[in-house]
C-alpha cells in the first residue's frame, strides 16, 4: 500500500520556522517527482514547492526564498524548510508524487497524496 505520511506541522509565530517531513512508503519515489501543496480553510488548494528526481526545484512565487524542498531518496523522504513564516502561510501542507518526467504545478498531475499536517503561524 502505498503511503505518504507528512510531518513537522505546528504552531509557530511569525518570523519563526518550521521543517516539515514526507516520508514515502509502498513503492520507490526516487523516479517521481514530490511536491508539496497547501489548503488553507475556504480557499482552494495551491502549489508551494516541486522537485524532480534530478532535484530540479520549483517554487510558488509567494514563498521564493523563504522556503526550501529538498529530498532524500535513501530515506524516500522529502522536506519543505519554511522560513521566516508570515500568517497567510497558515494552512495544511500536503505532499504528493508525481509518477511523470517533469515538476507540474497542477495538483492534477500528481498521483498519490499524503493526509497533510497543520501549519499555524501567529502575528
Known amino acids: 500500500q502505498v503511503q505518504l505520511v507528512e510531518s513537522g506541522g505546528g504552531l509557530v509565530q511569525a518570523g519563526g520556522s518550521l521543517r516539515l517531513s514526507c516520508a514515502a512508503s509502498?513503492?520507490?519515489?526516487?523516479?517521481?517527482?514530490m511536491g508539496w501543496f497547501r489548503q488553507a480553510p475556504g480557499k482552494e488548494r495551491e502549489f508551494v514547492a516541486a522537485?524532480?528526481?534530478?532535484?530540479?526545484?520549483r517554487y510558488a512565487d509567494s514563498v521564493k526564498g523563504r522556503f526550501t524542498i529538498s529530498r532524500d531518496n535513501a530515506k524516500n523522504t522529502v522536506y519543505l524548510q519554511m522560513n521566516s513564516l508570515k500568517p497567510e502561510d497558515t494552512a495544511v501542507y500536503l505532499c504528493?508524487?508525481?509518477?511523470?518526467?517533469?515538476?507540474?504545478?497542477?495538483?492534477?498531475?500528481?498521483?498519490?497524496w499524503g493526509q497533510g499536517t497543520q501549519v499555524t503561524v501567529s502575528s
Open positions: 522537485i524532480s528526481r534530478s532535484r530540479i526545484s
Open positions: 509502498g513503492r520507490t519515489f526516487s523516479s517521481d517527482a
Open positions: 504528493a508524487a508525481d509518477r511523470s518526467i517533469g515538476i507540474s504545478r497542477t495538483q492534477y498531475e500528481y498521483d498519490y
